[in-house]
């Protein structure tokens, strides 16, 4: 797979005019560039050079006692440094000869930033006075497009992942109960994983996430020891990696009370709310269209209804990780950089994850996983089409 | 531990003449910023600022739905923000009026370098037009201090590292044979390692190395299918993690030929030059002096004896991670940057790890752990002191 992205990187560094993308690290432990685990899949010790030049060759300049290691991976020619990076460096670039040189880093996409400051400036002091100082560009529009573009193996294994984790959403409806607390219901859901042995999608403190009634944190927390009330909505957040590919899901279950048979109006609406405009979003998504397009469009469905909007992005790309590629379906908020204006293209998938908020009983959401063909969003995930009722 | 951290960190600020650190950090998990480890030990997904000042109450920004969760970590004052964190960082910068602004960038130190160039582009361009722009300094002298100077807690948690580390190794000395290949060796070793339910030191694959032979890597490079042989110098470079603490330890094995018993003298003077030159450099190590003085001692003491050069630092700190400190104790060499320089302080702890290659036969190393004292290193490692035989 390492060396299928790097071909595929090739392409895209053509389409991009870029002559040369370099991806510049040191303890890469410590300090990770997410570009490694498209391009490389290991780690490196001493200032590193992973260059990908459009046409010929990708190089490797990595510290001596790495060499051999680096060399395993396949996808470089490796070539080793004792004392400094430098002239190593210089003298390759001396060989190329490129214009442009994309570099990892970005305003707007984290995945495009693994680029450490420090590591900016011996960069920029190694290529003081040559005219390689002044052809560096950010590689946001190649690491974005290099993720997010995604191939038929690597949407087989993303919809692995969202298989299995909808199978343990299934046992876990038939385990909840009233009384139990939030992290009951986690640690059932922990043992599921490690049964399956996977791993989770993110860290496990927050995967799952569960959020029951109405005082919950409602996102970004960890489960806690609140209890499950009857008249709770309840949900859970959560995905499962499964050959280096995640899912990220999230289902709403109700707790009758006494004598009731199913949900009451108030949250069967907004309910119905949410999966209505998941249905829109995936309807009427396209290649071509910007992401903040397919962002109002469910947040304008939700607020038209009368409730409030959701306080994020609509949904995010999946894939190696939760937030695999910079296209984002969001709004145009300040903290969202450039990513409401990305195009969307054919073959991203997206999370469409819009919530409400409904007083006196919790929060309502669900998260469906799409991948993007020429017509729409096709569904990765199987929509979850009633309230689960406890 | 954490609180205890941030008060140290106010402290070394004073000293440094630093009125504010700011750690500027987004998804944390996808690019993380090795401060966090030290004042926080938690993950936040939008753009956040921590900030502790010389004097006053540490504060947070952070995206609204982490709120909850970075409270529960104790250590700061936490403000929420949905659209864009500029408003409150330049709200709280006003109140507080900082002159020198320490931020995470270093070239010297990836400790010190967790700051992205995208997030410092994003806070320049915050700043720009506020005093607090022409303010920012590196907290390069910040995070080195306050990751090496180790408390008497910390130094107990370090040192049950050790012990444990040393505990495999006498237990692998009775399970080698010639015949078993170098990831035989390491598969049992991980089988310790869970059997005591604690982690490696550093990345599994890699943790332990075990080298045997003349035609190994010898270091940063992962075991292989070649086998123990009748005359190999085998060497394994190994750590655990204990409560958050590191070890990090290297020893030498000899494996007799037939007939041997004892190891030939090709084979026994590097191993006790080795020891001698580790024994020197515990000796004469001193807070004040500079890391190249201690590697300089090592290092000449070694080439006098008539070999080569390690081609590596003579030793580095260890403590949450097996790089826990700027102070180096290290070669002039471009790479190393000002870390040859620096001052060694008191209660800092140090590995010492030479190496002598021996032709036709492998390499020998041991790596010790010590701790700077007035008046020398004192060993919290037990030093090899036989080559063993097997």
Redesign the interface.
């Known amino acids: 797979m390492i060396r299928e992205k790097i071909e595929q990187a090739k392409g895209i560094l053509k389409e991009e005019g870029i002559d040369l993308w370099v991806t510049f690290v040191?303890?890469s432990?410590?300090?990770?560039?997410?570009a490694l685990d498209l391009i490389l899949g290991a780690?490196c010790?001493?200032?590193s050079a992973f260059m990908i030049p459009a046409e010929g060759e990708a190089t490797a300049i990595v510290?001596?006692?790495?060499v051999?290691?680096i060399r395993e991976t396949g996808g470089f020619e490796v070539v080793g440094y004792?004392?400094?990076?430098?002239e190593s460096l210089l003298e390759h670039l001396d060989r190329l000869k490129p214009g442009k040189i994309a570099i990892n880093?970005?305003?707007?996409d984290?995945?495009?930033?693994?680029?450490?400051?420090?590591?900016?400036?011996?960069l920029t002091?190694y290529l003081e006075g040559t005219p390689y100082r002044e052809g560096l560009v950010?590689s946001e529009s190649v690491i974005s497009k290099l993720r997010g573009r995604k191939s038929a193996e690597e949407i087989r294994r993303i919809t692995a992942a969202v298989e299995l984790t909808e199978e343990i959403f299934s046992r876990v409806s038939t385990f909840m109960r009233p009384g139990m607390t939030e992290k009951e219901v986690a640690a059932f859901i922990l043992k599921e994983v490690d049964k399956e042995g996977v791993e989770t999608s993110?860290?496990r403190a927050?995967c799952p996430s569960v959020f029951t009634g109405p005082e919950s944190?409602?996102?970004?927390?960890?489960p806690t020891d609140r209890k499950i009330e009857r008249g709770h909505v309840l949900n859970i957040d959560f995905g499962v990696r499964v050959n280096g590919y995640c899912s990220d899901l999230q289902r709403t279950w109700y707790f009758l009370r006494e004598g009731e048979t199913t949900a009451p109006d108030d949250v069967l609406r907004p309910f119905e709310t949410i999966r209505e405009a998941i249905a829109l979003a995936a309807e009427r998504i396209r290649p071509g269209m910007e992401g903040r397009a397919i962002d109002a469009l469910a947040r304008n469905y939700i607020t038209d209804k009368g409730y409030d909007e959701y306080?994020?992005a609509l949904g995010h790309q999946v894939g190696r990780?939760t937030?695999d590629g910079a296209g984002l379906l969001c709004p145009e908020?300040?903290?969202y950089g450039n990513l409401p204006y990305l195009a969307i293209e054919e073959n991203q998938v997206y999370t469409i994850e819009p919530r409400i908020n409904i007083p006196g009983f919790g929060i309502a959401t669900m998260e469906e996983i799409i991948v993007v063909r020429p017509d729409g969003g096709e569904f990765l995930s199987h929509p979850q089409r009633e309230l689960f009722l406890i």
């Open positions: 040191r303890e432990e410590v300090v990770g560039d997410p780690n010790t001493w200032q510290g001596s006692l790495d051999s290691r004792t004392t400094s990076i430098k880093y970005s305003e707007n984290c995945m495009a930033d693994g680029l450490s400051h420090g590591m900016y400036r011996l002091g950010s993110w860290e927050l944190a409602g996102a970004h927390a960890g306080p994020h990780s937030h908020w300040e903290r």
